[in-house]
């Protein structure tokens, strides 16, 4: 028998070994992306609540950074590695997925990785010292849901098909929709976070998505798994930032 999506989610997105059966469709997962990222922004949201007593939130926020890189496997870091290297040292539609399919990093992503954790961790570092941590929760939220939104507004890039072919695929608007109800019901329980914020901080991954769809399809005709993982980490980074200049009031 086949399963729901539920556990093909947790074992694409996390490090847990969740039980239960592969269904029959990859896409079935992503009805259920932004539940598992509640579980993930609960666990970091743990370790910046457990920690504020003791008053060094740069420490903090690197060790929230580093478990969230290490439940995930750095599976989005990798994707946002062969992006910058594709991107960046492609010239043609065919040489940028070559280069992109290949395990190797090269300069470009080293560095986009180095910058973007970097940033990242400052930023993460800045909401733990302000006691600003609800955002640890909110930002994996939004970036799995932006993830489903890519999956689900582009096409996917490589004619040969890949490792997410079928999920994207077959991804539709009812995934969209179901991570659109998930999340409406997770942030009625974050209703004491004042909406503009919420806002701006949401708006600013959704404008980051958005950059990495045009890019994307200008250059490869649309998305592959390597663009998904550079959304979730991209769009994350930027809106910790967003949470960090726009401060609750």
Same mark, same amino acid.
């Given at each position: 028998?086949?399963?729901?999506?539920? #556990?093909?989610?947790? /074992?694409?997105?996390? !490090?847990?070994?969740?039980?239960? @059966?592969?269904?029959?469709?990859?896409?079935?997962?992503?009805? &259920?992306?932004?539940?598992? #990222?509640?579980?993930? =922004?609960?666990? $970091?949201?743990?370790?910046?609540?457990?920690?504020?007593?003791?008053?060094?939130?740069?420490?903090?926020?690197?060790?929230?950074?580093?478990?969230?890189? !290490?439940?995930?496997?750095?599976?989005?870091?990798? =994707?946002?590695?062969?992006?910058?290297?594709?991107?960046? +040292? +492609? &010239?043609? /539609?065919? /040489?940028?997925?070559?280069?992109?399919?290949?395990?190797?990093?090269?300069?470009?992503?080293?560095? %986009?990785?180095?910058?973007?954790?970097?940033?990242?961790?400052?930023?993460?570092?800045?909401?733990?010292?302000?006691?600003?941590?609800?955002?640890?929760?909110?930002?994996?939220?939004?970036? /799995?849901?932006?993830?489903?939104?890519?999956?689900?507004? @582009?096409?996917?890039?490589?004619?040969?098909? +890949? %490792?997410?072919?079928?999920? *994207?695929?077959?991804?539709?608007?009812?995934?969209?929709?179901?991570?659109?109800?998930?999340?409406?019901?997770?942030?009625? $329980?974050? =209703?004491?976070?004042?909406?503009?914020?919420?806002?701006?901080?949401?708006?600013?991954?959704? #404008?980051?998505?958005?950059?990495?769809? *045009? *890019? +994307?399809?200008?250059? !490869? =005709?649309?998305? %592959?798994?390597?663009?998904?993982?550079? %959304?979730?980490?991209?769009?994350?980074?930027?809106?910790? *930032?967003?949470?960090?200049?726009?401060?609750?009031?």
């Amino acid at each position: 028998m086949k399963g729901i999506g539920l #556990a093909s989610a947790f /074992r694409t997105m996390t !490090i847990f070994p969740f039980p239960g @059966n592969e269904s029959d469709s990859p896409a079935t997962a992503l009805y &259920w992306f932004v539940p598992v #990222a509640l579980v993930l =922004g609960s666990c $970091v949201f743990g370790i910046a609540w457990l920690l504020a007593p003791v008053g060094a939130p740069f420490l903090t926020g690197a060790l929230v950074v580093t478990v969230l890189v !290490i439940l995930t496997r750095a599976f989005h870091l990798d =994707g946002l590695a062969d992006m910058a290297d594709g991107f960046g +040292g +492609g &010239w043609t /539609r065919e /040489r940028v997925l070559e280069i992109m399919k290949d395990s190797h990093v090269g300069a470009f992503g080293v560095i %986009t990785l180095c910058l973007t954790l970097a940033v990242k961790v400052t930023a993460v570092a800045y909401l733990c010292g302000s006691g600003d941590i609800g955002f640890l929760v909110l930002v994996p939220l939004f970036s /799995r849901l932006l993830v489903v939104l890519q999956a689900v507004a @582009n096409p996917y890039a490589r004619p040969e098909g +890949g %490792t997410a072919g079928r999920l *994207v695929a077959e991804a539709s608007w009812r995934h969209l929709l179901a991570s659109l109800l998930w999340t409406g019901a997770l942030l009625a $329980v974050f =209703g004491f976070m004042p909406w503009n914020v919420v806002a701006i901080v949401l708006g600013t991954g959704l #404008a980051v998505t958005m950059y990495i769809a *045009v *890019v +994307g399809r200008r250059r !490869i =005709g649309g998305v %592959t798994g390597d663009l998904l993982g550079a %959304t979730v980490e991209l769009s994350e980074t930027l809106m910790f *930032v967003a949470a960090v200049l726009v401060p609750l009031p």
